[in-house]
T-cell receptor, first 113, second 117 residues
Framework: GNSVTQMEGPVTLSEEAFLTINCTYTATGYPSLFWYVQYPGEGLQLLLKATKADDKGSNKGFEATYRKETTSFHLEKGSVQVSDSAVYFCALGLLQGAQKLVFGQGTRLTINP | DAMVIQNPRYQVTQFGKPVTLSCSQTLNHNVMYWYQQKSSQAPKLLFHYYDKDFNNEADTPDNFQSRRPNTSFCFLDIRSPGLGDAAMYLC????????????????FGDGTRLSIL
């Protein structure tokens, strides 16, 4: 089946620290991979995506590389800010009629000043 | 700006009293989705419309229904809300997955938080 496993949270870091949130997946076929971010009281926003092996998605200082050999899509940022505090969801996208997303369980990130 | 708009942001209803949540989009996307998200959990897909075609997830309770009168609007109807239906309800849209690999992102609204008294 299709599934996504994320690093368990919550994760608490100090401002300017290096961030890694691990994400691995199991999929039949060739999924696209996404990271979504959810700020308190809001919906999900697309943070970045990668559509094939070895693609790197990047946005707002965040990066993730689609690694087919390790079935991973780890999220990284070199220097986090307080404003990065949110819940981060890794997801794979498959076309099953329409595009379907399979989400990981989410990782709550808190950045302290 | 083009976007997905959900109204209201907060909805309170009574146990067993029907409630309707609405979603509109200016993206002209052909697919619209409804998700249920409970606290500290990932969103759970309830159903989606592909153009006018309704697609229900196998484990979505019969209590949940949806209508899409046109491309821009989609409604979620809960016929007899129970306490377990209290959650955030998210609407999302996407374009038909060009390339056949599901590589188009979904665009989410800010959600409606439903409370049941």
């Amino acid at each position: 089946g299709n599934s996504v496993t994320q690093m368990e949270g919550p994760v608490t870091l100090s401002e300017e620290a290096f961030l890694t949130i691990n994400c691995t997946y199991t999929a039949t076929g060739y999924p696209s991979l996404f990271w979504y971010v959810q700020y308190p009281g809001e919906g999900l926003q697309l943070l970045l995506k990668a559509t094939k092996a070895d693609d790197k998605g990047s946005n707002k200082g965040f990066e993730a590389t689609y690694r087919k050999e390790t079935t991973s899509f780890h999220l990284e940022k070199g220097s986090v800010q307080v404003s990065d505090s949110a819940v981060y969801f890794c997801a794979l996208g498959l076309l099953q009629g329409a595009q379907k997303l399979v989400f990981g369980q989410g990782t709550r990130l808190t950045i302290n000043p | 700006d083009a976007m997905v708009i959900q109204n209201p942001r907060y909805q309170v209803t009574q146990f067993g009293k029907p409630v309707t949540l609405s979603c509109s989009q200016t993206l002209n996307h052909n697919v619209m989705y409804w998700y249920q998200q409970k606290s500290s959990q990932a969103p759970k897909l309830l159903f989606h419309y592909y153009d006018k075609d309704f697609n229900n997830e196998a484990d979505t309770p019969d209590n949940f229904q949806s209508r899409r009168p046109n491309t821009s609007f989609c409604f979620l109807d809960i016929r007899s809300p129970g306490l377990g239906d209290a959650a955030m309800y998210l609407c999302a849209t996407s374009r038909d997955g060009a390339g056949g690999r599901g590589n188009q992102p979904q665009h989410f609204g800010d959600g409606t938080r439903l409370s049941i008294l």
